[in-house]
């Protein structure tokens, strides 16, 4: 490959942290890289794994999944509940070899602008390592 | 726990009898259990409620056509019309208050005299949860008392049952009406394979009889599903009654035990004799699961590319799966019917894409849905037209989701489903 691989990102963020986080890293011209696509959910509780499964079928590399720190949920405990969510969804991916080191699960307040480019700065680099995710690659699968 | 005394070297036969008597002494009103059909070619599950239409229950064939606890919650749905728990309970009158709140209450509290009648057998749906408890706690007496109608008798295998404990707490059956009497199991056989033994063994041989001479003799015949070869709940733990056979000498005698308030009552009314459990039980119990660790098949194989090169997406699987709990599947829904254009766009960027699409995804969400609860009964896999080995993929992919959050299938009803729970601290290696 004589381009460098750029790795496309889907984050899921809850509304009311990780999203204004990610706002606040924009509107605070914070510079990370322009790999990431984000889908705002009001919760990181109503991420159904189906769409990360999609997501991951669909030839994307990686996946984030943000909510507020744990106790701060808008919803009280959507995030607890996310997270149980989350460990199924990887063990499945793990059990079948689906790249279940290509999930990431980060709690980002609204007030947390920086660790949000700096989250995607990390998974960016991490995934330019792994390379692209071949399982979007084979037309059998 | 008493002993069961074996006549003619027939174990079915002595359950069979007890079951027999239970109709006879109206201690159940019917008994959920396998009959062989007159070839013998399988049983089926049938719902006896004549003492002497029993002549042909074998609940010990080791066949395992469907997973019968889609059965028992097919028999209560109209008892899960009404809110089921004593949250659901609660919330629905706040409900309709908040919708209509001039005649909310009206419509409530004629609702509650509507239903009074029911609140006898502890059904009511509308009642205030105080009142819901009172009546609970009434209810043995009102047992004892009056004659409550009998409980109707479901003879289940251990994954029955852990699969029914699983829709219980899914909130998709319910255990009020049933008697749950549970049998031990050394596995079973597909119902291709048990018609062809059935066919092809000599005349007046019984596969039954054969099997259970191999088992107990610690042979496990080559043919055993592969759900049973890696099972490791051979044991009833959480039924009314659970009929023993692993332990004692299935020629001679078997036990039957009481585990629930209410297989009490049924144990003491059949008037038996009280002994003590088989000394021999515990370990014998431990050898079989032992022997079921080296069956089990351990390769490998290339599951994804089984999954989607092999699946014709028939949804068999999800159709026999006792726990695949919604009412209408999102897989059958206009979210995955796709326009046209949808379908060359796709193909169009990766220049080939194998159709009907999303059968990969269909088995991983339905992997997501059903992880934490699935018994590895293994009833996907005997349905599947194209061989795909699902209960294996199943089994291994949910005993590492109820591993991840410290959960077993079908282990009790006071456990909370593990999507709906959460600890504070735990989970820390998922964030990262
Ligand atoms: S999975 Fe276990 S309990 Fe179910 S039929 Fe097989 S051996 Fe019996
Ligand atoms: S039963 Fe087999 S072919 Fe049918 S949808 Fe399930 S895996 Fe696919
Ligand atoms: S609202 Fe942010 S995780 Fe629930």
Known sequence: MSEEFEPKIIAFLCNWCSYAGADLAGTSRMQYPPNVRIIRLMCSGGLDPLYVFRALLAGCDGVLIGGCHPGDCHYTNGNYKARRRVAVLKSILKELGMGHDRVWLRWISASEGSRFAETIREIVTDLKEKGPNTLAQSWAI | ?432
């Open chain 2, 1 to 432: 726990m008493a002993i069961i005394k074996v006549k003619d070297n027939n174990p079915a036969a002595a359950i069979r009898e007890l079951l027999r008597t239970m109709l006879e002494k109206q201690l159940v009103s019917a008994i959920l259990v396998p009959q062989e059909i007159p070839s013998k070619k399988t049983v089926v599950q049938t719902l006896v409620s004549d003492p002497d239409k029993l002549d042909a229950v074998n609940p010990l064939a080791p066949i395992f056509s469907i997973n019968s606890a889609r059965i028992v919650v097919k028999m209560c749905i109209d008892q899960m019309t009404g809110p089921v728990s004593g949250q659901a309970v609660s919330e629905q009158p706040a409900e309709e208050k908040e919708a209509e709140p001039p005649e909310a209450e009206d419509s409530a509290s004629e609702q509650k005299q509507e239903q009074a009648p029911e609140q006898e057998q502890g059904k009511s749906g509308e009642q205030a949860p105080a009142e819901a408890q009172s009546a609970a706690e009434d209810e043995p007496a009102a047992a004892e008392g009056q004659s409550a109608p009998a409980p109707i008798a479901v003879v289940l295998r251990p994954c029955e049952i852990r699969a029914l404990i699983e829709l219980v707490k899914l909130q998709q059956a319910s255990l009020d009406p049933f008697l749950v009497i549970g049998v031990d199991c050394w596995g079973t056989y597909s119902v291709q394979d048990y018609a062809a033994m059935v066919t092809q063994g000599p005349q007046d041989s019984s596969v039954t009889a054969d099997f259970l001479k191999q088992v107990t003799a610690g042979n496990f015949p080559e043919e055993l599903r592969g759900a049973c070869r890696a099972c490791q709940y051979p044991v009833p733990t959480y039924a009314d009654l659970a009929i023993q056979l692993i332990g004692d000498d299935i020629s001679q005698q078997i036990r039957i035990e009481a585990q629930s308030e209410k297989g009490k009552e049924i144990f003491n009314a059949l008037g038996f004799e009280v002994t003590a459990e088989s000394k021999e039980r515990k370990s014998a119990v431990e050898k079989l699961k032992e022997a079921k660790k080296q069956l089990a098949e351990q390769d490998k194989a290339d599951f994804l590319e089984m999954i989607s090169s092999l699946c014709i997406n028939c949804h068999n699987c999800r159709a026999v799966c006792p726990i695949c709990y919604c009412k209408q599947c999102v897989f059958d829904g206009k979210v995955f019917e796709y326009p046209l254009e949808k379908y060359l766009n796709w193909s169009g960027k990766k220049g080939v894409l194998p159709v009907p699409p999303d059968k990969l995804l269909f088995h991983l969400t339905r992997m997501s849905h059903v992880a934490t609860s699935c018994v590895a009964c293994g009833q996907c896999e005997a349905a599947c037209p194209s061989g795909i080995p699902l209960g294996r993929i199943f089994q291994r992919i949910s005993t590492a989701a109820q591993e991840a959050l410290g959960y077993e299938a079908g282990r009790s009803l006071d456990d909370d489903l593990p999507l709906t729970t959460f600890r504070e601290n735990e989970l820390s290696a998922v964030e990262d």
